[in-house]
């Protein structure tokens, strides 16, 4: 019965926790890069972000080991400043310079376009970008209440549980989130849309790195 518990709880909270505002203006950025396989970046973003919450919930609870705030607070500046590059990522795509992405298996190969000049980048693997920036977002933030949380079980074998409800779930909802986002920018909106998303994300982004230099004491 305290398995199923530890389960039920781990499935809501996984839910719940994919749903929140920072990790929706990450994917939502994310998913304009690769917007036939957004349900994968979506996943690849829950995956990431469940590695380290898995990783430091069995040392939490094995090992009784906890992280300074000053840690979880310099992870959440940095997930901030990724937000506000990702949102103005997309708002620089949607100007007059035009970025043409061409799919190649899982990367996305960029080329700059002006006029009838074309200037290829590197490869860039969309499905790796997504991962880790969910494994920052696995670090900061609610993710380190959840593991204070996983802490307090009364069994390695309960937090063990409620950890892979927690993240089997997180995975689940995102992908499915990334994949309805992707169906919706994929119509005639798609440009507001994306403007939208840009903006929200560095909106987000600039609120959360704000909101750790002021904890740093920086102003």
Avoid: C, N
């Amino acid at each position: 019965m305290a398995l199923l518990s530890a389960a039920a709880a781990g499935a809501v909270l996984g839910v719940r926790h994919a749903l929140e505002t920072d990790h929706l203006a990450a994917v939502a950025t994310l998913v304009e890069d690769d917007i036939d396989r957004a349900g994968f970046v979506g996943a690849s973003w829950g995956l990431g972000h469940s590695l380290p919450i898995l990783a430091l919930g069995v040392l939490f609870v094995v090992l009784g080991i906890h992280l300074p705030e000053s840690i979880t607070r310099l992870f959440e500046l940095v997930v901030g400043g990724v937000l506000v590059f990702l949102g103005a990522r997309m708002l620089y795509s949607l100007g007059s310079v035009d970025v043409a992405a061409h799919g190649h298996g899982k990367a996305v190969h960029s080329h700059l376009q002006i006029g009838g000049v074309s200037l290829g980048f590197d490869h860039q693997h969309v499905d790796d970008d997504s991962f880790l920036v969910g494994i920052l977002h696995g670090v900061a933030g609610s993710g380190i209440l959840v593991i204070a949380l996983v802490s307090s079980a009364p069994t390695v074998k309960t937090a063990l549980t409620f950890l892979g409800a927690f993240s089997a779930l997180t995975v689940v909802t995102m992908a499915a989130v990334s994949f309805l986002w992707g169906r919706t920018l994929d119509t005639q909106f798609s440009t507001y849309l994306k403007a939208t998303a840009g903006i929200f994300g560095i909106v987000v982004g600039s609120h959360l790195a704000l909101s750790q230099l002021a904890g740093f004491g920086l102003f």
